[in-house]
């Protein structure tokens, strides 16, 4: 028996399109020989539908499709929908299909609903209280979706699951697992899926197919990767990562019942009383696609695809970057070019006075080397206009970051105003870092539709940004730019460093209190200084108000600001170190 | 007995000042001669803590807190808390304990965790697993944490809880309920707790004391409005609405055990088998606060102590606010006069040549009225500007809506240098109306701290603007402003209403698609125009990419944009009416 991993992307609501991208997946697996294909999770509706799910028409819609499908598709499939029983008050369950001969032959329901970073599944969904093995062929094969298989030791204690779906499928005996998924990318994410199916297979003796959606969906982009495990958690076949795929995996026949049954015995004679898991006879055959585990070419991969499918999923052709000549626009624009193709990039440099000529030459050698649109628009008349309005109302004050803001201001509006008269999206070129301790301003630098590196601190941009010019064999991003010591140039002579801690240290501090929630204490013991750990902390504290008006930014870390961040504003709460501080540094941006 | 209801307005992490609170408040009751004091669901966290929970430090401050408390508290306590228990995994608790005697004499947790709307328990919470009533001197008293109540029939099926605690609880026979709540304000909402509560405690056959916070916190305003009802269902106390209060039920002595069995006995005869509810023999007494149900008034309400919360704890204390001479700034400018006081707003007027002279004029009007700082910035100067830098990019361009967008960006530039300048909080002044269809200029008039007006419809702020009128007896706001077609002057003798239905009929859509969640048919039912209907929905639909960069705003409505409104940008799901339309009314702005 042949089976197809498709490994498609969808789009979130587009029910129609969805349908029909499975159904050319599942003619070209027909073609291929293929007897079953199997689809990520939640194929039809799109991944994650959100509030989308609150829409009876939604859910209706996603019902009257799938049975479409059913009577369309050429082969068998396993097709995620969602689920609605209207026993008892409305109940929606992420669940899969079992497709074949024209017929629903089987439902699957999600078990565990993953609720806590970006996932909100326990706001929309119940969960499974069936586990039955679906029978295909003269295979038995045990259907679970994405976060049902994500129960290991440590991750089950953690977030306190009750109950093991797979245990529960694995005790009806299945010869074959298969997971349907949609787990968004973040760096190293692809080892921890390997290690954790690897653990299942052994655990359960079971072999795994695990298909994972791909593609971006506003924040998450899902990098696909789907793959087949043996029972021993040998990998047999991969596909490839951040785009389409389908790919085949050969089963093999069961052995005998007779065979089957002295093996069950013997293999329980071996664990423990009470258990009745028996090892898989099936035998797996499939290819491996080639596999990167550089995190800086997974990251740019990641903000390549995110970027070209939120633009494309929102209907934008053409993109518009302000490029500074600084390391975060050069890398925006890069990646920009490598999403849409550079005849869809425009970049605009908008010098105002206190931009050095490197600056705009760094620009414009950045636009070239990019072979994209380039303009440069400076700002000086607008700045000029503001003193003049705003004389009388701020006379007898200091010129202070109030003027700085305005220059950031009318920046922004100058992109906005491209957006709007051309119809391009602005992209917003801030990091991770600006982004924590609020070295950015809202409304100016901070406008864009999507942010795409909103993500990655700076000392990964200029990771990334090396990787774009040793992939390409030369400088694409011009070296003076990474060389450079990183400025706003909103005043003369003006240096990030001025004004924040070296940027090793801030994204060290950052790193330890956003992604690994460590306490200041923790922090100062990795080796920083208690001032600069707690000067960090009260920053990213006290500038939740800009990030909650931030772009959308694409997500690739473990833990990013945007849907799966919830601050409130209005709080006081500090983190203090106990360890002694001198008096914290003050600045602002 | 003497029972005080402690109706405190906390703030979110400020664990120190919500203690604070709690003690003075309880030195008072004490003076007044109380046995019990019972303070709002998680007192010492603030609600709603958020991702603050995920933080070992929060917890463990709060832990303390109580711990300090319960030594400080002159007399007995309900206080609100998150429990923490760390047997296997970290599992957090929404959790009331019972202080007495410098001791924590019982603790209940939660069972019901709401996880929509507005509100992510189930992220945070683990459900209470125990039920058992505390017994204070005499009385046995059954806790519960607000939703806990909310079980009443319809909400149980809709919501799919399995369990109801407060049957859980009356099985044990308390002779009392309290529930502690932090039960956000929606129009309306008031009259609906009140019918819960009659139901519940007619059910029960047991009085019941609710405690309600009060207060803003981000979007959210909690209203107070504490209330005590005996077991017939009748209102015995009640607690001010949109402040702090103290107010006192006195619970009078219980009758004899003979009494009671017997009475038991009689009730249990009238009720189904199985049911061992009995009637409490409680006598109560208290105070009723006055109680407006006017949906104006309590708006209006709402939106001055959520405006004057989000200010004092975000630690501003002047705010300003671009006043165009409309109705919407001239409310926001009223609203922000009451929450912080006329020396405390700033209005500036930013006229184009577009700007009619009557709208300076209102403005200028409105500003003297109030009371308020008043200044005119023209913008023509920045307009001229941005025409100068931008017409080599925009050259054979038509003017189109790009300019318009310029004029909005310009003042919306202008207020945050103001605020920049002088420390102050920009006040957005956008209503729900423009935000539902976009009609609104991102990083334009939708810059601001606070979007004081977003969740009221058009028609609702005329509502809110003649009753501040009414109300001060004179007209605050000018009539003209009130009685001119609403207009954005964003180009020569524009009017809302060219590029918009009219807004009554905008607002009935928007109420039945956002609020009632209706389908586009269901709408055309109720009387409007097929091809208006789908317009409408359209918009609201594709400009989510607006709101999710938009700036927070107050709720009062049952279903408002922000936290609440959980929408994908990057979509492709549309509701379409099956009725026939014509073409659809394009438009934009």
């Known amino acids: 028996m042949k089976i197809a991993l498709g490994q498609i992307n969808t789009t979130v609501g587009d029910i129609t399109g969805n349908a029909d991208r499975m159904l050319e997946f599942a003619n070209r697996a027909r073609d291929a020989g293929a007897d079953l294909i199997v689809f990520p999770e939640l194929a039809v509706a799109g991944y994650p539908p959100l509030d989308l799910l609150l829409k009876d028409s939604f859910i209706q819609a996603n019902l009257e499709r799938l049975h479409r499908l059913k009577e369309r ?113 973040a760096v190293g994410k692809e080892h921890i899926r390997l290690e954790l199916v690897k653990e299942q297979t052994r655990r359960h003796k079971l072999p795994m197919i695990y298909v994972n959606s791909v593609g971006g969906n506003d924040q998450l982009i899902f990098d696909g990767r789907s793959f087949v495990m043996n029972e021993k958690g040998e990998l047999i076949a991969m596909a490839k990562a951040f785009e389409e795929d389908l790919i085949y995996v050969e089963v093999g026949q069961k052995e005998t019942e007779a065979e089957k049954t002295s093996k069950v015995k013997e293999t329980e004679a071996k664990i423990a009383p009470g258990r009745t898991i028996k090892e898989s006879a099936l035998k797996l055959k499939g290819t491996i696609a080639e596999f990167s585990s550089d995190r800086t070419v997974n990251t740019l991969s990641a903000l390549v695809l995110g970027t070209r499918d939120y633009m494309r999923k929102c209907g934008f052709k053409r993109a518009v970057i302000g490029l500074s000549g600084g390391i975060d626009s050069a890398v925006t624009a890069a990646i920009a070019v490598k999403a ?196 960090v902390i009260n920053r990213i504290d006290r500038n939740e108000y800009k990030r909650k008006q931030a772009a959308p930014g694409l997500k690739v870390s473990s833990r990013a600001f945007g849907m799966g961040w919830r601050m409130p504003i209005a709080q006081r709460f500090q983190e203090k170190a106990t360890a002694p501080t001198s008096h914290a540094a003050s600045g602002s941006a």
Chains 1, 2 share one sequence.
């Open 73 to 185: 598709l050429p082969i068998a499939a396993i097709v995620g929908f969602v689920d609605v029983n209207h026993g008892k008050g409305r109940h929606l369950f992420n669940a899969c299909a079992f497709l074949e001969g024209g017929a629903i032959k089987a439902v699957q329901h999600k078990t565990l609903l993953p609720t806590y970073d970006v996932f909100d599944e326990d706001r929309y969904f119940q969960p499974a209280t069936q586990h039955t093995p679906i029978q295909y062929k003269d295979i038995s094969i045990g259907l679970s979706i994405c976060e049902d298989i994500w129960t290991r030791g440590d991750i089950l204690e953690k977030l306190s699951y009750q109950i093991d779906p797979l245990q529960l499928l694995s005790e009806k005996k299945p010869e074959l697992l298969i997971n349907v998924s949609a787990s968004p990318f």
């Open 340 to 535: 849409v193709g550079k005849e869809n990039v425009m970049g605009i440099a908008m010098p105002s006075p206190f931009s050095s000529q490197h600056s705009i030459d760094d620009a414009k050698d950045l636009a070239e080397k990019l072979g994209i649109e380039f303009h440069i628009v400076p700002i000086e008349p607008a700045m000029k206009a503001y003193d003049t309005m705003l004389s009388p109302l701020f006379e007898g004050r200091e010129r202070d970051v109030t003027e700085e803001n305005i220059q950031a201001r009318i920046r922004g509006a100058i992109l906005m105003a491209a957006s709007n008269k051309f119809g391009h999206l602005v992209l917003a070129t801030g990091n991770k870092s600006e982004l924590a301790v609020g070295y950015c301003t809202l409304y100016g630098d901070m406008c864009g539709g999507l942010a795409v590196i909103s993500d990655l601190p700076k000392m990964m941009v200029y990771d990334v940004a090396r990787y774009i010019n040793e992939e390409a064999g030369k400088p694409i991003i011009p070296v003076s730019t990474i060389d450079k010591p990183p400025s706003a140039e909103l005043r003369p002579n003006q240096l990030d460093q001025d004004s924040l801690p070296p940027y090793v240290i801030l994204d060290g501090i950052l790193h330890a209190y956003v992604e690994q929630r460590r306490k200041p204490d923790e922090i100062i013991r990795l080796g920083y200084r208690p001032e600069v750990v707690q000067d």
